[in-house]
């Protein structure tokens, strides 16, 4: 695909987010769907192409009244709307859709029509995991971190400055659900969840929903807002369990995803303005900074802790205040892609002078099972 070829020309999210205990998962998708159109001034009757996960593409194509040609239920956790933006690139440029709608609904707080939580029995979380208590995130994700703090030094109080950093841009940002200056001691004081995460190192639980409308670049600059333009994109997965990552102190989904995306975008990290990387706990920044190319190994702690990643530093990342403090509704990768657009439209609430380019790394499943990479910018082809 040639970069740039397609754009995403609507996106929002849903009007409320954090506590939403009033609407269920496909209500806060539908009315974000609804937000995204109208965003781009098309309407339902003009989307031929659906792609959601978790909920189904069939239930949110009949709620909104729309009779796609295009369907994509890929569900491979919170990147799955970056692996969406993809497949959505692929079809628009292979003529298999014009105008395609990518949804996202969740009412991760209140559980407002969502599905219990369970796992399988029968897959290899099921079977090898949780029969010995590695069950939920706060508990498989601690074995990465704890084994990268032994191999390369990160000191606790850089992991705790990671929420630190983000709180900064959080506070900049009138609909991030913590937006209260924190340091590093008050991180250190917050409940021990996990070791060694504290609350505060953990990401936010909350109600949203998000919606963005893609189609090719000719047909996105007729419409009415800016187009943000994919210059590259890029999917991979691992193993599906955190006891069968090959290296667990470094996402080998993180490096194929990445470097799959600068390719084809013909970029490198060098020439990245901004950057979004998912952050349902405080190391997964370090790990993305380290495994995309923006830093070399055992560096990302200290990048961070030095002021690098928070306003007026060198490298803006999570300028929503991530999941650790924006929202994070279980799967976050949508609102990691929406807060790319606003910088690229020059919209944020905490916005980054001279912003052309962003990349958006997600991740997914049990985490560093999938991976999702996006290179977007406000320059076309």
Known sequence: MRPGAVAIAGAAESEFIGKVPSMSAIELAATSAQRALADCGLEARDIDGIATAQLS????????????????????????????????????????????????????????????????????????????????????????????????????????????????????NPRAMRRDPITVDDVLDSPMIAYPFHLLECCLV???????????????????????????????????????????????????????AFAAAGLKPSDIDH????????????????????????????????GNTEPGGTLPLNTNGGGLAYTHTGMYGMFAIQEAVRQLRCEAAAQVAGVRTSFVQGLGGNFFMAAGSLVLSNEGP
């Not at 079809?91 to 105008?99: F, M």
């Not at 950057?275 to 560096?299: K, N, Q, S, T």
Request: with cysteine; net charge negative; glycine share 10%.
């Open 275 to 306: 950057v979004m990387i998912y952050d349902a706990f405080a190391h997964l920044p370090i790990f993305g900074l380290e495994d995309c190319g923006f830093v070399g190994r055992g560096e990302a702690g200290a990048f961070i802790s030095d």
């Open 57 to 172: 593409p069939i239930d949110v194509a009949y709620y909104l009244g729309i009779e796609p040609d295009w369907i994509d239920g890929t569900s491979v956790g919170g990147c799955s709307f970056l692996v969406h933006v993809r497949h959505a690139a692929a079809a628009i440029v292979a003529g298999l859709a014009r105008n395609v709608l990518i949804v996202h609904g969740e009412s991760g707080r209140s559980r407002a029509g969502q599905p219990p939580w369970m796992t399988d029995p029968a897959n290899a979380e099921g079977q090898f995991e949780t029969p010995f208590g590695m069950w939920g995130p706060p508990v498989s994700m601690t074995i990465p971190a704890i084994r990268y703090m032994h191999e390369t030094g990160l000191t606790h109080e850089q992991l705790a400055y990671v929420p630190v950093a983000q709180r900064k841009w959080a506070a900049l």
């Open 206 to 260: 909350t109600d949203g929903g998000g919606a963005l409308v893609v189609t090719a670049a000719d047909r996105a600059a007729d419409l009415q807002r800016k187009p943000v333009y994919v210059l590259g994109a890029g999917e991979a997965c691992e193993a599906p369990i955190v006891s069968q990552m090959e290296d667990m102190t470094t996402s080998k989904a993180f490096r194929r995803s990445s470097a799959v």
